[in-house]
């Protein structure tokens, strides 16, 4: 995740940013979220790759269904199946 949003932020930073963030002038705005964006990408690819493999137990379509209010009984709700402690 990080070295593809890095790489991205470099190249688009170069590309687009004539804006700098302020606290730091060799960083820029452009580079920043190219690398929010493709990090956030590469990171949904990893986590559907692993689940396709077996090691993340994820049922993709609840889970965008449940998030984002699409159909369900528990859209919206976080359901724990944990014991409560007395």
């Not at 077996?54 to 379509?61: A, C, D, F, P, S």
């Given at each position: 995740m990080m070295c593809r949003g890095d790489g991205?932020?470099?190249i688009m930073g170069r590309?687009?940013?004539s804006e700098k963030i302020p606290y730091n002038p060799r960083k820029s705005w452009a580079g920043s979220i190219f690398m929010f964006i493709f990090g956030f990408l590469i990171s949904i690819g990893l986590?559907?790759?692993y689940s396709s493999l077996?090691?993340?137990?994820?049922?993709?379509?609840t889970t965008f269904q449940s998030?984002?209010?699409l159909s369900g009984r528990n859209s919206g709700r976080v359901v724990s199946h944990h014991r409560s402690v007395r």
């Open positions: 991205m932020a470099d590309k687009f940013g986590l559907y790759y077996g090691y993340l137990h994820m049922n993709w379509k998030r984002y209010g």
